[in-house]
């Protein structure tokens, strides 16, 4: 269609027409529509304090997530003013707290899609590892800034396997504070950590000994004797010379998951803690992510408009706002195992497993399988 071709009114037709999109994004970002806004009802739920997510009922499939977000968090300052947001950095009302290796990240690269909400920029915050000096008003200021209607969340792995964290963070942060953690078959989740470790470290790092280096680091680390131990092969840097585990490396350690969760249940009540299947995650993080919404009480925003499975990257990925996997670092190719090790390794995390499962009074997806179909 030429312009000139066009009588004056039908060009001011075109034009309203070509615009009338525009405006309505323009007036949208702007956080001033109505249309299609999550209703604010009664409080049904309150996850802490004065914050009450779940009164918010999302309408989010029609609208890409960035413009149905700049609706009531703290990024428009035009809708702080209009809808009377309470916009500050606060502790977290929620934290990962692990397992390392066991689908932390994409936990919280799925959750970061939910307008309700707000995780810590900082990849991780070691508060009470690494920094346990540093004081909790700095902690808070690493925290995003969150409206009434959001969550704040921070995760750090490492927190589950230090003994001293559960009651450093009902003390600094609250008693009531809601705690996810995901756990993945012990064995894979060695041979990942060792495949990371062999990744992000170049050989000179490791030949001095990664965990060493990092000791002292980790003062709090749980036992003086556990570091990461990274030599030449998986078999050699998990097995002694006699051929028994060696659990005083962190490879090994970090999955004694009954040990480090009896310590958690000391502290915090079971109903405060989700505990997710990583192996299930990774095959189809949706129901596990509705589970985490109903945990926390955020208003439902995943369903299956939400993510899909990428062929290329062999997992599942964010379609909103744009189709995007997580990076390179994560779904790395892993080294080959002797069968053998293998074995050794089901043999002896087993007892662990067990009294996981008495602990939770759940079985685990890998405790469903058997030597062969694990490593097969
Ligand atoms: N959707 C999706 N995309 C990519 N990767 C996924 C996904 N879901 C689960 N995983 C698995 O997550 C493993 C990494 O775990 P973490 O994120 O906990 O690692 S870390 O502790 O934060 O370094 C990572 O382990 P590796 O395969 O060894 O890299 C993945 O198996």
Request: proline share 6%; glycine share 6%; hydrophobic share 35%.
């Amino acid at each position: 269609m030429k312009w000139k071709c066009l009588s004056p009114r039908s060009s001011v037709a075109a034009i309203f027409i070509c615009f009338i999109p525009i405006l309505i994004i323009i007036f949208d970002l702007s956080g001033n529509s109505r249309q299609g806004e999550q209703s604010l009802g009664s409080p049904t739920h309150r996850v802490s304090g004065s914050r009450h997510v779940s009164q918010l009922t999302l309408n989010s499939s029609q609208y890409p997530f960035t413009l149905f977000q700049s609706r009531w968090s703290c990024k428009n300052e035009r809708a702080i003013k209009t809808r009377n947001l309470d916009c500050k950095s606060r502790l977290p009302d929620v934290i990962g707290i692990g397992a390392k290796k066991c689908g932390t990240g994409a936990l919280e690269f799925f959750l970061r899609g939910h307008p309700a909400l707000h995780i810590a920029a900082v990849v991780e915050a070691h508060q009470w590892d690494w920094h346990p000096t540093r004081s909790i008003e700095k902690y808070r200021q690493l925290m995003p800034r969150t409206s009434q209607y959001q969550l704040t969340m921070e995760k750090t792995p490492a927190y589950f396997v230090a003994d001293d964290i559960p009651a450093a963070i009902a003390r600094d942060v609250s008693r009531d504070i809601k705690l996810l953690l995901i756990l993945r078959d012990p064995v894979k989740r060695a041979i990942s950590d060792y495949t990371h470790v062999l990744d992000v470290f170049p050989k000179m790092a490791r030949k001095q000994r990664y965990g060493t280096r990092r000791r002292g680091r980790v003062p709090k680390y749980p036992q003086a004797n556990i570091s990461y131990v990274i030599e030449d092969t998986f078999e050699t840097s998990v097995l002694n010379e006699d051929g028994t585990v060696n659990d005083d490396n962190a490879i090994i350690f970090t999955g004694l998951y009954s040990r480090h969760l009896r310590n958690w249940f000391k502290i915090f009540p079971r109903e405060q803690i989700l505990i997710l299947d990583g192996d299930l995650f990774s095959k189809n993080p949706l129901p596990q992510l509705q589970a985490t919404e109903s945990f926390l009480g955020l208003p439902k925003y995943f369903d299956a408009t939400k993510i899909y499975f990428d062929e290329a990257k062999g997992f599942f990925c964010l379609a909103m706002p744009f189709k995007h996997c997580m990076g390179k670092g994560k779904g790395r190719k892993h080294p080959e195992v002797e069968r053998e090790t293998f074995k050794k390794l089901y043999k002896f995390y087993e007892p662990y497993d067990k009294e996981l499962e008495i602990l939770t009074g759940r079985k685990f997806s890998w405790m469903n399988l058997n030597n062969d179909e694990v490593t097969g």
